[in-house]
């Protein structure tokens, strides 16, 4: 693990706490972290995250599925009250082990007041898959978290630090770093517009029906003199008709709508793309990287936990 891939890494764990690196690392040595035992633990944690996408990396699959309806509940929450949060959780199998989780979480919120970086601690003690991002939770809503930890968040008046608040399975800390209210969504689609010049609307059915995507779209508007077709690239819903917007919003990716007039010709739309802009939705493709490294998490933490119990550990007092 060579060096500069450690330090971009503690100056990323530095931007999330909103300082720069030398801030950052002050703020280590007044808590009394060496920074040499930080960089110490980046190089593991680059070397266990290498290891496990090599071992396990190409057997995660994200479907589109998956990514629909992460998307669908990212929509929905859009229209609620949303906090920024970042977790730490602790987890717990019986009553003695809750009691012991809630006395660790107990020092580590001692130590976060003292200035301790949440990131750091969350890569380092927490159980939860986003331990892998410093425990950042991103910007969900209150009914999106279980009624404990929720009720300890509303009961924060302002950015901060909550109490370790215990469920059924453990402790969680969570630090609240803001707060929005609901944002007005837009969508916005990427799409070929492939007309009849010959006024042949059932042609032009005929021919979208058979179209796979966008490219093949073009190639048909390229190659045939009876068809025109232009790529329209991120345009805004609201920017259009009222029945090119209807017709659109109800067609899915890498399909065509029906026909209908525009211009003076029939026309259809090919969905090349459609995204969901503004109200904290993020795109296709942040969804899908956030699933990602959500699933080689518990991948690795399983594979931690085979570990630990197949280990011998001998403690001798020196």
Known sequence: ??????????????????????????????????PVSLEEQMRAEIAWRRVMRGLYGTRIRISRNQIDEELAQLRRAASETQYNLSEIYLYAQDLNQIEQARQAADSIVAQLQQGAPFELAAQRFSSAPTAATGGSMGWVSLDDLSPEVADAVRAL?????????????????????????????????????????????????????????????????????????????????????????????????????????????????????????GGGVPSRDQIENRLYGQQLSLIAQRALRDLKREATIIRREL
């Open 157 to 277: 008046p302002g950015p901060g630090l909550t109490e370790p608040v215990l469920v059924a399975d453990g402790v969680y800390i969570i630090a609240v770093a803001g707060k929005r209210e609901p944002e007005e969504a837009q969508t916005v689609v990427s799409l070929v517009r492939l007309a009849s010049e010959t006024g042949d609307s059932e042609g032009l059915a005929e021919a979208a029906s058979g179209l796979d995507g966008c490219t093949a779209a073009e190639t048909l508007g390229d190659s045939d003199a009876a068809f025109s077709a232009v790529r329209l690239e991120r345009i805004s819903l609201s920017d259009l008709s009222d029945e090119a917007a209807q017709r659109i919003s109800e067609t899915g990716e890498n399909t065509a709508t029906g026909v209908f007039e525009m211009g003076a010709k029939p026309t259809v739309m090919v969905i090349c793309e459609k995204q969901s802009v």
């Open 1 to 34: 693990i060579e060096s500069p891939e450690i330090q971009a890494e503690i100056e990323g764990i530095a931007r999330q706490s909103g300082l720069d690196k030398d801030t950052f690392l002050n703020q280590l040595l007044a808590s009394g972290i060496n």
